[in-house]
């Protein structure tokens, strides 16, 4: 039996207390232990410079780890502008940077907030069609763009948002 399937035979049954703190940790350690894996074959130096666009830019690559209850405990989201192209394989630089975003289920709205250096409220649009809002943003050189998957639809009437020192607060109301 691997050690993971022990650890999940023997934490049955003690799903709360130490044994079930140490069994997430685990799991949380093991994840991050496979992520640093997968990193390697992205991580390397190079010339940022050189791409074809006339331009220098900055790489941006991070990761926010979410920990919580269900069958998904543990969610590795990357963040940034460094994408692995599907077609060539190649790791590419992209001028358009992903924000780190995170979504909240609160009392009477959802939350989602979004961190984006630079960043102030004229420079901000938001775009919802169905249950997918679009967050795009630009000051100068800085771009970003995400798509965010809602829980439901949400009318854009009812929502809104402030930014200040590039922390993008949008809240969604029923």
Do not use: W
């Amino acid at each position: 039996m691997s050690r993971k399937n022990k650890r999940k035979t023997e934490d049955k049954g003690s799903e709360g207390g130490v044994a079930g703190f140490l069994g997430n940790l685990t799991e949380i350690v093991e994840r991050l232990g496979e992520l640093a894996e997968k990193t390697k074959e992205i991580s390397g130096e190079g010339n940022l410079s050189d791409l074809g666009l006339g331009k220098q830019l900055k790489g941006v690559y991070g990761f926010n780890v979410k920990v919580g209850l269900g069958e998904d405990r543990i969610k590795v989201q990357p963040f940034g502008n460094i994408k692995r192209d599907r077609q060539s394989g190649e790791t590419i630089v992209q001028e358009v940077r992903e924000p780190m975003v995170d979504v909240f289920e609160e009392d009477d709205h959802l939350r989602i907030v979004a961190e984006m250096p630079g960043i102030g409220p004229d420079d901000v649009t938001l775009e919802i069609k169905d249950d997918v809002l679009t967050i795009r943003a630009e000051q100068g050189e800085k771009k970003y763009e995400k798509e965010v998957l809602l829980p439901r639809s949400y009318s854009r009437e009812k929502v809104e948002f402030s930014c200040n020192n590039g922390m993008l607060d949008i809240k969604c109301f029923e």
